[in-house]
């Protein structure tokens, strides 16, 4: 960038405020450009860096899709460096009626120098986070960003687990499995249906844990110890102590405030959490309220960001997934929003126009689908992805110390 202001407006008692006011410009575009030059090199590297990760999605969608590697890359550092560089000056006029005068001269020029240190997301410990299953606390934080319900649990549950009698029986989220994916389309948009009249709670299960031990096992100090974990009751029948404790339990979904539950049914509940894992989400709906007049209780099993990618990569490809509509139980749902992909794809032989971005792969162009009433819904789908895909990766290498530098 070059700027240069010449003029022979000074006659000879102004050439001091001429050279005066030449140096004053000079300095006043050497502070305004340097914050302007910096919030456009960080929104540019912003804007590229956030581009670069969307399409890195894309692609390992299309290598699922044709069940290749998932590999990613990521930026690590970038360092900007700014050089400014200002001169001003003078020099005799050309003639002119006002006799011989000097014309101020003064420029600047602004050199970039970025450095940016792109690395590979691999290794051991990556590799075991894309493949282990979302914890239940992950999914409750993007439930609580008022994502929807049956979205988050499409793509992030494998499969949902339905009480019967004292068994849960699985029901698999693959259209491959026609019975299994039409009763878990089914389960999810009964949630959705409470969700939409804000009548869905989402909460952990507060749970009791007690212990029995004989009075003349404790010492002391370890009474003394005891007292600071746990609340202890003495019975003077047997000689014992019981003790008490409330711990986090797994998160529940309910049609109700948990907060209602007895003693027994929490003590019922806590029985039946004993065999649920980290990566479960359980969920109780009962009758008499909203949902109620189809009463379900089970628990969603969440999968790996790995099985996510491949979930995707085959609904565009050997296992399209298909309407399913709601049980005639379910109350109405907001919309009537019932996409049949978990989140629209688009491959074509030319780059659509009208996608947000796009990537060209295996001789084909893939796209977000962002065209038409479900806009939205695929936007938020793949925000949802970019998001689950931050929470699963590591922090990269860093080379150096990450910086953008300017320099006057």
Not at 155 to 165: F, G, K, P, T
Not at 391 to 402: F, H, I, K, S, Y
Request: contains cysteine; charged residues 20%; hydrophobic residues 40%.
């Amino acid at each position: 960038m070059k700027l240069q202001y010449m003029g022979s407006f000074c006659s000879r008692p102004q050439r001091s405020l001429c050279m005066l006011f030449g140096l004053i410009a000079t300095l006043v575009l050497s502070g305004c450009l340097s914050p302007i030059t910096l919030n456009r090199a960080v929104g540019a590297y912003d804007d590229a860096i956030t581009s670069a990760a969307s399409k890195q999605l894309l692609l390992n969608i299309a290598r699922a899709h044709h069940h290749q590697p998932i590999h990613f890359t990521g930026v690590s550092n970038v360092a900007a460096t700014f050089d400014f560089r200002f001169n001003a000056g003078a020099t005799p006029a050309l003639g002119g009626l006002a006799g011989p005068v000097l014309m101020p001269i003064f420029g600047g020029s602004v050199a970039e120098n970025p450095t940016i240190s792109i690395v590979p997301i691999e290794g051991e410990e990556f590799t075991k986070r894309i493949l282990t299953p979302f914890q239940q606390n992950k999914f409750t934080l993007l439930l609580r960003q008022r994502f929807d319900i049956d979205l988050l649990l499409r793509l992030m549950a494998q499969e949902v687990r339905i009480q019967r009698s004292m068994q849960h029986v699985a029901y698999r989220n693959r259209p491959s499995d026609k019975a299994g994916y039409e009763m878990f389309r089914r389960v999810v948009l009964h949630l959705s249906a409470i969700q939409d009249q804000d009548q869905l709670y989402v909460e952990p299960l507060t749970l009791e844990h007690t212990w029995t031990i004989p009075a003349g096992s404790v010492t002391a100090e370890g009474f003394q110890a005891l007292e600071k974990e746990f609340s202890m009751l003495y019975n003077e029948l047997d000689n014992t102590f019981t003790l008490r404790k409330q711990v986090p339990g797994p998160v529940l979904i309910t049609n109700y405030d948990p907060n209602v539950l007895s003693s027994e049914e929490r003590t019922q509940l806590s029985m039946d959490a004993g065999n649920w894992m980290s990566n479960d989400v359980a969920f109780d709906i009962r009758p008499g309220l909203l949902g109620g007049e189809w009463p379900v209780r089970g628990v969603f099993r969440l999968r790996s960001f790995h099985a996510i990618l491949s979930f995707l990569g085959r609904s565009i490809g050997e296992e399209l997934e298909y309407d399913v509509e709601k049980d005639p139980r379910t109350p109405p749902i907001a919309n009537d929003e019932n996409p049949t992909a978990t989140m629209g794809l688009v491959v074509s032989d030319s780059d659509p126009k009208e996608a947000d971005l796009s990537i060209y792969s295996h001789g084909r162009y893939y796209a977000v689908s962002t065209a038409g009433p479900l806009a939205n819904w695929n936007r938020d789908a793949f925000q949802m992805l970019y998001l689950l895909f931050q929470m699963t990766v590591t922090d990269l290498p860093r080379v150096g110390v990450p910086s953008i530098t300017i320099a006057k």
